[in-house]
């Protein structure tokens, strides 16, 4: 069984481009949820996708957006980065919305 | 709108020692998570907490539940340099989605 994996990594972007994170969930999850962590901050809560609809969204933009696909696995996209979008953005599935939730490496965004 | 308070948010202890700690939250929950991170890692789940009264124990730490006084803690046994890490609480809304977690409480085990 594979755990949650994401990709890429690492990412650099300039002010004002857009970018797209992915995430695969856990075997047989149906639940993906992003967060957004800051250097030194707990994880903020993007938003959350259950069985392809999205389940609940936290104080994020509109330009913050998200997919899930039949498989399951999952994309955050975000517009017109800017600076303070530099975070590590970390994905988690669980096995229905309200079970424990596990994480992925996350993705290190830098905005330039 | 739930928030949650994580202390110390700073912890350097000896080996061998004891400590507790803290997390409370501001609004009604049915379930409460603690998570470890090391440096430049993902999250690991350690514990998760659904009823008033629920004690987990996993080696050296133990967590614990009082809804009513919205309150966990995370209780750490003769502590080892492994543990060295940062420790977060995180709360779930009721009947909602959202995880709120605390700011961390880094924690560091010298020899």
């Known amino acids: 069984e594979t755990g949650v994996t994401q990709s890429p990594t690492h990412l650099i972007k300039t002010r004002g481009q857009q970018v797209t994170l992915r995430c695969s969930s856990q075997s047989g999850h149906n639940t993906v949820s992003w967060y957004q962590q800051a250097l030194g901050q707990g994880p903020q809560f993007i938003f959350q996708y259950y069985r392809e609809e999205e389940n609940g969204r936290g104080n994020f933009p509109p330009r913050f957006s998200g997919l899930q696909f039949p498989n399951y696995s999952s994309e955050l996209n975000v517009n017109a980065l800017e600076l303070d979008d530099s975070a590590l953005y970390l994905c988690?599935?669980?096995?229905?919305?309200?079970?424990?939730?596990?994480f992925g490496p996350g993705t290190r965004l830098t905005v330039l | 709108e739930l928030k949650v308070e994580q202390n110390p948010l700073f912890l350097s202890m000896q080996e061998g020692k004891n400590y507790t700690i803290y997390c409370n939250y501001s609004?009604?929950?049915?379930?409460l998570y603690w998570y470890r991170q090391d440096p430049g890692k993902s999250l690991e789940s350690l514990f998760v907490l659904l009823s008033n009264g629920a004690v987990k124990q996993e080696g050296r730490l133990m967590a614990s539940l009082d809804t009513k006084a919205r309150l966990s803690t995370l209780h750490i046994t003769a502590a080892v340099h492994d543990l060295s890490a940062t420790y977060f609480c995180?709360?779930?809304?009721?009947?909602?989605?959202?995880?709120?977690f605390g700011e961390g409480t880094q924690l560091t085990v010298n020899p």
């Open positions: 995180a709360v779930g809304e009721t009947s909602g989605s959202r995880l709120t």
């Open positions: 988690a599935s669980s096995l229905e919305w309200w079970d424990t939730q596990y």
């Open positions: 609004t009604t929950s049915d379930r």
